[in-house]
């Protein structure tokens, strides 16, 4: 008479993560596990994970059941695929399964709530005896750090010719800003983001004003916040010309900056829709730069030799000088 092996169904499985952050690495998943059936040497619980975690190292991974290290490894089956299925192996007899971690696991790119995990014990025959029913999830709640972010100006420039006074001002009617940035991931199709240049005063962009980058072909569009004055950039359906690579290099051309001594930059990268990435904090810029004037006159009413006069100098500037924020220098030879 033949032998019928029923599968049944796990009283919990759940999953926690030690950390919530998206692309957080070398996080530890803790699986609460109901089974059913006492478990012996040679059963294996193999776990599935959602496509949504998209990294496992398999170099450090390390797996515990109840407390105790066991060995675990990638079940052979999906080598060549991008589902990560990890088997754990009993190697003592355990009564009920009060824990089940898994380390070096990477979290989802962006906030989202992940597909479900799976959960399946094996006996030694290799029968499955315990399988989880219904949907086991979780959600990521912010959103992780760039690896790298670097911003720059292109206002420092020096007076072309030393017979000229130079004025040091703290406005420039036009600059660009060079953004580079370092992904945790590879580059994703798709993606959007959002560049924030933001102060206490007005910032606007001017008629001119683009985006470049050698990573791919922006689509970027231009708005002033009516109510903060900030001026956000948004790049919308990023297509990479190379996925190959998690750095992206980004242009902001001809922006039109009002009253400022410095700004400030934040930007937020978003996949498939949901918050990916975001600076802790803002990057402050300084605006403060040495300009040339365009034009200048020196005269004077008496040319005699120690004897009083008084030096008149007009000066028309070569970009416009704010109130309360420019000042002179003027270098009178003995």
């Given at each position: 008479m033949a032998i019928i092996i029923t599968t049944s169904q796990l009283t919990t499985f759940l999953v926690n993560p030690s950390s919530?952050?998206?692309?957080?690495?070398?996080?530890?998943?803790?699986?609460?596990?109901?089974?059913?059936?006492?478990?012996?040497?040679?059963?294996?619980?193999?776990?599935?994970?959602?496509?949504?975690?998209?990294?496992?190292?398999?170099?450090?991974?390390?797996?515990?059941?109840?407390?105790?290290?066991?060995?675990?490894?990638?079940?052979?089956?999906?080598?060549?695929?991008?589902?990560?299925?990890?088997?754990?192996?009993?190697?003592?007899?355990?009564?009920?399964?009060?824990?089940?971690?898994?380390?070096?696991?990477?979290?989802?790119?962006?906030?989202?709530?992940?597909?479900?995990?799976?959960?399946?014990?094996?006996?030694?025959?290799?029968?499955?005896?315990?399988?989880?029913?219904?949907?086991?999830?979780?959600t990521m709640l912010s959103s992780g750090p760039f690896l790298s972010y670097i911003a720059t100006t292109t206002n420092y420039t020096m007076a072309s010719s030393s017979l000229s006074p130079e004025i040091a001002l703290i406005n420039q009617q036009t600059t660009s800003i060079y953004i580079t940035m370092v992904l945790p991931y590879s580059l994703i199709n798709g993606s959007t983001m959002t560049i924030t240049i933001f102060n206490t005063s007005y910032i606007q962009s001017s008629g001119s004003s683009s985006c470049s980058s050698p990573q791919f072909t922006p689509s970027c569009s231009f708005s002033v916040n009516a109510t903060s004055h900030n001026l956000e950039v948004a790049f919308t359906a990023m297509t990479f010309m190379s996925l190959a690579s998690n750095f992206i290099n980004v242009n902001i051309n001809n922006v039109l900056i009002n009253d400022f001594r410095y700004i400030q930059i934040n930007t937020a990268m978003f996949v498939n829709g949901h918050s990916s990435l975001s600076l802790s904090s803002a990057v402050s810029l300084s605006l403060m730069f040495i300009e040339s004037v365009s034009s200048y006159s020196i005269t004077q009413t008496s040319y005699i030799l120690g004897m009083t006069t008084t030096v008149s100098i007009a000066i028309t500037l070569s970009a416009q000088a704010v109130q309360q924020l420019a000042y002179f220098k003027v270098f009178i030879p003995l």
């Open positions: 919530y952050v998206t692309c957080a690495s070398n996080v530890i998943y803790t699986f609460t596990i109901g089974n059913n059936g006492a478990l012996s040497n040679g059963y294996v619980i193999t776990i599935s994970f959602p496509a949504d975690i998209y990294f496992i190292n398999y170099n450090t991974v390390a797996c515990q059941l109840n407390g105790a290290a066991v060995p675990c490894a990638r079940t052979v089956a999906s080598y060549s695929t991008s589902t990560h299925i990890i088997d754990v192996f009993v190697n003592s007899s355990i009564i009920t399964i009060t824990s089940l971690t898994i380390s070096s696991i990477t979290n989802p790119y962006s906030l989202v709530t992940t597909a479900s995990f799976s959960a399946v014990i094996i006996d030694t025959s290799g029968q499955s005896v315990e399988t989880n029913s219904g949907t086991t999830t979780t």
